[in-house]
């Protein structure tokens, strides 16, 4: 499934007339950012969605967190981190659940690890965390044959009642996944561990392997003095900030960022495109999988 998927994504972000840099946002979230995984079990119906409901938010602009919460939703989250059949029993008082994206949700998500207060992050945020997860149901299904990509979210097995989660906020009763997981989301992108470290997540991410102290803070102050946090408003702003042009920025570009600027750069009509598929995606020789992130979770190939 990987094959098919990642040549698709090359081909097209290849093609003259579409906009590449969208695409080269898009697949850094989900590739790096947001990462989610073939070898893990995500379906490549599951990443396609995945994909193209994370492209159309940014497209429309709306604010980082929704983005954010969006994915937190899919089926393609759900299943790389098991938590598809995460239940609250409530006569048992017993979460049978696990809390592996209950702990990423905010590390790989929102750059939150939890210093804030280590001991509470872990016992209280990270285990009610867990218990706001439940109900996101990806269940097989014999008409599809496989899993559906989007998820049934329901109320039954959801942990209705006030959740404790960091310090000074607690998320109030919900009846659903979906309204809890938002307003979760909402508040999380202002924590301050969230503000300091998920600006500098993007900035390194795309565009400079240099950062020292001075430009993380100016990276810092950008970001906490957005009241609304859009990422294409700040990308843009970044773009023509001397921090950009600047000669002390360096990026070391990877397998696919390096094939997909020469594609755009060297292409002047879509049959040349057409008529060599395969330098368009080259990028496999040399370990590059699209969809399949090297590091699973924690993003693909490194540009160095």
């Not at 790096?32 to 379906?43: D, L």
């Not at 993007?202 to 240099?210: E, K, L, V």
């Not at 859009?230 to 990026?251: M, N």
């Amino acid at each position: 499934e990987e094959w098919p998927t990642g040549q698709a994504w090359a081909l097209l972000t290849a093609a003259r007339g579409l906009n590449p840099f969208l695409h080269r946002v898009a697949q850094w979230e989900t590739n790096y950012h947001m990462a989610v995984n073939h070898a893990a079990g995500v379906s490549g119906d599951q990443i396609v969605r995945y994909y193209d409901e994370i492209l159309g938010q940014l497209e429309r602009n709306v604010p980082y967190e929704s983005v954010m919460a969006t994915a937190a939703l899919s089926s393609a989250v759900a299943m790389q981190y098991k938590h598809n059949d995460s239940r609250w029993l409530a006569a048992e008082n017993f979460c049978e659940c696990n809390e592996d994206f209950a702990r990423e949700y905010y590390q790989l998500f929102f750059g939150v690890l939890g210093q804030y207060n280590p001991a509470h992050h872990e016992t209280v945020t990270i285990k009610n965390m867990a218990k706001a997860l439940t109900d996101i149901q990806v269940r097989w299904r014999a008409e599809l044959r496989g899993y559906p990509t989007v998820p049934t979210y329901g109320s039954r097995y959801h942990f209705q009642g006030n959740l404790p989660l960091w310090p000074g906020y607690s998320s109030p009763a919900q009846s659903d996944p979906r309204s809890r997981i938002n307003a979760i989301s909402r508040e999380a992108i202002r924590m301050p561990e969230s503000l300091d470290n998920l600006p500098v997540k993007i900035i390194s991410g795309m565009a400079d392997d240099n950062l020292d102290f001075a430009k993380i803070s100016a990276i810092r102050a950008a970001w906490k003095s957005m009241e609304r946090k859009s990422l294409l408003d700040f990308i843009r702003a970044y773009a023509v900030s001397t921090q950009f042009h600047s000669e002390t920025r360096v990026k070391y570009w990877n397998s696919l960022e390096r094939r997909m600027f020469l594609n755009t750069g060297m292409r002047l009509t879509n049959k040349e495109l057409w008529f060599n598929t395969e330098y368009a995606t080259a990028y496999e020789v040399e370990g590059y999988y699209v969809f399949s992130p090297k590091h699973n979770v924690f993003g693909g190939q490194r540009g160095t």
